[in-house]
């Protein structure tokens, strides 16, 4: 079994920042890579940011100057580093990795919630 777990999410007033954290964690053979996605009301799942293993990372072009994905692989970890947020930036954040077990496969974490408001 292989399980992501985020946290770090909660509610921010705009202009202000957080940090996502997401963890693998179980019957981990190998990571590749590990992203994070968001899911903003009313609309479809979609890309924030992936970083690969040697910590190449690609962003959404949109959402490139906001924000900065990074990873510890030794702790299996990625981390999601968010700046001057804005009430368009409230979604469910989703942690994403390819794993390896007995084959290579991609998990989801079940999300943490994001809330911009004054």
């Known amino acids: 079994q292989v399980q992501l777990v985020e946290s770090g999410g909660g509610f921010v007033q705009p202009g202000g920042s957080l940090r996502l954290s997401c963890v693998a964690s179980?019957?981990?053979?190998?990571?590749?890579?590990m992203g994070w996605f968001r899911q903003r009301p009313g609309w479809g799942r979609e890309l924030v940011a992936i970083?690969?293993?040697?910590?190449?990372?690609e962003y959404a072009e949109s959402l490139e100057d906001q924000f900065t994905i990074s990873r510890d692989n030794g702790a299996r970890t990625v981390y999601l580093q968010s700046n001057n947020l804005n009430p368009e930036d409230t979604a469910v954040y989703y942690c994403?990795?390819?794993?390896?077990?007995?084959?290579?496969?991609?998990?989801w974490g079940p999300g943490t919630q994001v809330t911009v408001s004054s």
């Open positions: 179980g019957d981990v053979g190998a990571i590749d890579t």
């Open positions: 970083i690969h293993r040697d910590g190449n990372a």
């Open positions: 994403q990795a390819r794993i390896l077990t007995q084959r290579w496969k991609v998990y």
